[in-house]
């Protein structure tokens, strides 16, 4: 779903409706750095004006399409979905309330997370944060964020990699969404205090000891009242968008969504 200048609510097929946006919007966005070539799989394309092959747009569409539990983020067919929660939801209560996700962790959208992540293709930025702003319009529980907060890096790492890809993707998308009418601003008062090791090797437990308050908001930061939306790449466990909405939760905001590139399998 998303608003035009008109002021009326028009809702988008995963399918077909995304698919055809983004494509309009992403003509051009990779021109510069490789005007003949996929971003996807760096195959040579006809059309330099398109940002994937016919291919990868194909793997792409199918990854809009599966479904997913609307709290947690991950896979789950649409019968096991009870009350907006899948079976394992139902056992807990995350500090979350919702998580809009692109896609799974897999195919084309994997291959363009890790390049912007580790292979320093910042330009990707604005083609997957015109995605995830797609994703936040087409969420009717959305529609009343007033902060895009992007989890952050340590200074340490941060220094290693240059840039924090969850604040590249959050103006990005922020910028998309007011483009189409849905005004929105980013907020970096969220801040992670304190170094830990990657996540990638670690059980589940083992990741929310490891995230133990990694993470601090700024005492003035105005997050009281106000319905904010953590912004990041990957979850897989859920373990670092909890950590850091319970360090949100301080400063008392009246809602805490998440909205992520792709949702990892964890099983």
Avoid at 109 to 124: A, Q, V
Avoid at 225 to 247: E, K, M
């Amino acid at each position: 779903m998303s608003v035009g200048k008109t002021g009326k609510t028009r809702f988008l097929s995963p399918s077909n409706g995304l698919i055809g946006l983004i494509r309009g919007l992403g003509s051009g966005i990779l021109e510069i750095a490789a005007p003949s070539r996929c971003a996807g799989c760096q195959k040579p394309i006809d059309d330099q004006t398109d940002t994937l092959c016919a291919a990868c747009w194909e793997d792409l569409r199918e990854s809009l399409t599966a479904a997913y539990c609307p709290t947690c983020g991950r896979d789950s067919g649409p019968y096991a979905i009870i009350d907006s929660r899948c079976q394992r939801c139902r056992q807990k209560r995350p500090r979350i309330t919702q998580v809009v996700r692109v896609g799974p962790y897999g195919g084309v959208l994997r291959r363009l997370i890790l390049d912007l992540k580790f292979g320093r293709r910042t330009e990707l930025d604005a083609f997957l944060g015109r995605l995830l702003a797609e994703a936040i319009l087409g969420n009717p529980l959305f529609t009343d964020v007033d902060w895009l907060v992007p989890v952050p890096l340590h200074w340490r790492r941060r220094w290693v990699r240059r840039y924090n890809q969850a604040e590249l993707l959050a103006r990005a998308a922020a910028a998309e969404l007011n483009r189409q009418d849905r005004h929105v601003r980013v907020n970096a008062d969220l801040l992670r205090i304190r170094y830990t090791p990657p996540q990638t090797s670690l059980s589940f437990n083992q990741r929310r000891l490891n995230l133990h308050r990694a993470f601090a908001a700024r005492p003035d930061a105005r997050f009281a009242g106000r319905h904010i939306c953590l912004i990041d790449d990957v979850t897989t466990t859920g373990a670092t968008l909890n950590a850091a909405a319970w360090a949100c939760s301080k400063l008392g905001p009246r809602k805490i969504s998440a909205a992520v590139v792709a949702v990892a399998a964890n099983d």
